[in-house]
């Protein structure tokens, strides 16, 4: 198990270093770095200053080696905005848009997988129907179009509830909606083929023979078992709900990382974005050794299967 | 006898298929192939040219509501261009870009692949450590930093299409590249003195095409709702140059006065990528014979 982790945390490592790799080097081949960071309007002294100080002067293996050093010690440059450290502006973005991604995961997953397990117990009956269908455009229909058909039916026909801002918890209600809807979906269609594929198994036979009441044998026996399967599901999740909120934070207004990114993308305030690029990146390979080492943990047997994963 | 004698035939493909199909599967068929019409011929069918402005009728209604009228039939923009037309040649454009980057982002792949195939070794453990690190990463964020970095424009922004799920086509590639070398006929060809080139382009590549082409279908609409999602954030297609991700995001300015600027191209992008996910999964089902019964 140890060698295992160590493995993993290698591989992690590494894709990590790859990212930061990518963000060097594409941001060192699109032009002169040190205006693109300090700002057309800076100046030839705070250029020369920044160039000095981020060791621009140096060849670029050095370069290279100085900016993994700067990104250890915590360093991710400057913001244009308010000249501040690129870290300081997006973490105190964080909280609105971990708040917005942890409520919508608890929906999501509270929607999606008991609709899944009853999907799969009254297999080709309408739920059953009626939950693969809504899957299927579940991953059809971009967040944006969601979230502005529902600003437009609940903020604009019925104006029932808030489209912009991040005030009150009835602003949580659309934006939460907009990506819970599509992703339960998805989450329903796991939840089903993971439980059809237990349902099957030997022990709920064995379960069911030896007079165990329905109800039982499946919250006891098959739900846990199916449980597994989907550990693995929440590593793309994790991905998708990420791409969700950057999207789904424009369409209404939230305050949070995902707003910032666009906006940093916008006006090429690119200390930020290389923050908040390496941040998913951490985010991504931190869920996904998480998992990993969950995944073992739960269900020993695929302990060799899955290290090439 | 016609039946077994043109049993590979175009027609009796068509034949088959439509007689194995279930109905949503024949209309998605259908709408898509309406979808490329409308994208083919654009010039013909659209009334306006989409930047035409018709100033005295600006924010006119869909020709269902009061005050609407048949000469712009689903209403016009703030600034009275005929939405009908913007969503025509916005289809082609969305199309079009989804089109070259599927077909790229497939050429790519097929190549890594190969080439991971064809070398091993260290350039094997390079191809598999790329691709698990691509597919570690959301490419939406990906996506979003380079064109922070390189700046927007078509070119750039097509390449970034492309390169969009060359992973699942190098992974499905390399796998059964890996797979076919050690087949008969490879093994056959290379005892005759075939180059390696050859035996790829001419004889693998073929027997693996079904897997490649299904791969396309099912990056197709996820490329279409990359291009859609980045240029409804308007860092994707650039006026004057009109996609429906860009419409959208134009019309929600206007959510309350003229919903119907957002609407129009929210609908068609809706059908589309369903169309596109119904015909994946159902060509899916019938090729690949590991996913049976899901």
């Given amino acids: ?309 | 006898m016609a039946d077994t004698a043109s049993i590979s035939t175009p027609a009796a493909f068509a034949r088959r298929f439509w007689r194995s199909s279930s109905p949503s599967v024949r209309l998605s068929l259908l709408w898509i192939l309406a979808m490329v019409a409308v994208a083919a011929f654009a010039d013909l069918i659209a009334p306006f040219d989409y930047t035409a402005m018709d100033l005295r009728n600006r924010l006119a209604p869909p020709v269902w509501m009061e005050r609407g009228s048949w000469v712009h039939p689903l209403g016009t923009d703030d600034i009275g261009r005929d939405v009908l037309s913007r969503v025509i040649y916005s289809i082609r454009l969305s199309l079009f870009v989804a089109l070259l980057g599927t077909v790229i982002g497939a050429a790519i792949g097929t190549s890594i692949g190969f080439l991971a195939a064809r070398f091993r070794g260290w350039v094997d453990d390079l191809v598999t450590t790329a691709i698990d690190f691509q597919s570690a990463l959301p490419f939406f964020i990906l996506a979003l930093a380079t064109l922070a970095f390189l700046g927007n424009n078509f070119v750039i922004f097509v390449a970034v299409m492309g390169v969009y799920g060359w992973e699942r086509y190098a992974r499905i590639v390399r796998g059964m590249a890996f797979a076919a070398q050690a087949q008969g006929y490879a093994v056959a060809l290379r005892t005759l003195g075939a180059s390696p080139a050859r035996i790829y382009a001419a004889h693998i590549l073929p027997n693996i095409a079904s897997a490649i082409i299904v791969n396309m279908t099912l990056n197709f609409p996820e490329t279409v709702l990359l291009e859609t999602s980045l240029s409804f954030l308007g860092l994707g297609i650039q006026p004057p140059m009109t996609s429906l991700g860009n419409m959208v995001g134009f019309g929600r300015d206007y959510l309350l006065t003229a919903w119907w600027i957002a609407v129009s191209p929210a609908v068609v992008i809706f059908l589309t990528t369903l169309a596109f996910s119904l015909l994946g999964d159902w060509l899916r089902d019938r090729l690949d014979p590991t996913v049976k019964g899901r």
Avoid: C
């Fill in chain 1, 1 to 309: 198990m140890l060698s295992f982790v160590l493995r993993k945390g290698l591989r992690a490592g590494l894709t990590v270093l790859l990212l930061a790799t990518f963000t060097f080097f594409v941001l060192r081949t699109s032009g002169d770095p040190a205006v693109l960071l300090v700002g057309l309007e800076a100046g030839p002294e705070a250029v020369e200053a920044f160039r000095r100080r981020w060791g621009l002067d140096q060849p670029l293996w050095k370069q290279y080696a100085i900016y993994l050093q700067q990104l250890l010690s915590g360093d991710f440059g400057q913001s244009f905005v308010g000249n501040r450290p690129a870290l300081e502006v997006v973490a105190e973005r964080l909280p609105k848009t971990l708040w917005l991604m942890g409520v919508t995961a608890v929906v999501t997953l509270a929607i999606g997988i008991p609709l899944g397990v009853v999907a799969a117990l009254r297999r080709d009956s309408w739920i059953d129907r009626l939950a693969i269908g809504v899957s299927v455009a579940g991953l059809s229909l971009p967040n944006f179009v969601v979230g502005v058909l529902l600003i437009l039916l609940f903020g604009v026909a019925l104006m029932l509830l808030p489209t912009t801002g991040s005030e009150t918890a009835w602003h949580f209600i659309l934006p939460v909606a907009t990506m819970a809807t599509g992703d339960a979906a998805v989450f329903a269609r796991f939840a089903r083929s993971a439980m059809l594929d237990v349902l099957n198994q030997p022990f709920m036979r064995t379960a069911s023979a030896k007079g165990l009441d329905r109800r039982r044998a499946v919250m006891r026996h098959a739900v846990p078992n199916a449980a597994i399967p989907l550990v693995t599901v929440f590593g793309l999740y994790v991905g998708r709900i990420i791409v969700g909120a950057v999207i789904t934070e424009n369409v209404f207004a939230w305050p949070g990382v995902g707003s910032l990114l666009v906006l940093s993308v916008e006006t090429r305030d690119l200390a930020v974005v290389q923050t908040i690029v390496i941040l998913v990146g951490v985010t991504m390979v931190v869920t996904n050794i998480t998992i990993d080492i969950a995944y073992r943990w739960l269900d020993p047997r695929t302990a060799e299967e899955r290290t090439l994963g």
